[in-house]
Nanobody
Framework: QVQLVESGGGLMQAGGSLRLSCAASGSIFGIAAMGWYRQAPGKQRELVAT???????NYADSVKGRFTISRDNAKNAVYLQMNSLKPEDTAVYYCHGALRTTTSSGLYVYWGQGTQVTVSS
């Protein structure tokens, strides 16, 4: 059993900052990549940023230069520092992990429950 638990969402004014955290726990053998997706009302879930086990990062164009993803492999954790927030960043943010467990072969994707980020203008 694997769980991803997010924290750090909330309400912020435009131009402010928030930091999201996500920790993976359970029967984890190894994590290939972790990242963040978001889903705004009436829209599809979209990639925000990802980071691999060796530190390679990928960002959506809309957040480049404002958001920074980082990872702590020892803690099976991933973080998203969000600066210069805009109202269009308002969404539910989901933590994502592509990992191997101790009980099954193959790479599986797990999701957190989501955390709300609301940016007011």
């Amino acid at each position: 059993q694997v769980q991803l638990v997010e924290s750090g969402g909330g309400l912020m004014q435009a131009g402010g900052s928030l930091r999201l955290s996500c920790a993976a726990s359970g029967s984890i053998f190894g994590i290939a990549a972790m990242g963040w997706y978001r889903q705004a009302p009436g829209k599809q879930r979209e990639l925000v940023a990802t980071v691999t086990s060796v530190g390679s990062t990928n960002y959506a164009d809309s957040v480049k230069g404002r958001f920074t993803i980082s990872r702590d492999n020892a803690k099976n954790a991933v973080y998203l520092q969000m600066n210069s927030l805009k109202p269009e960043d308002t969404a539910v943010y989901y933590c994502h992990g592509a990992l191997r467990t101790t009980t099954s072969s193959g790479l599986y994707v797990y999701w957190g429950q989501g955390t709300q980020v609301t940016v007011s203008s």
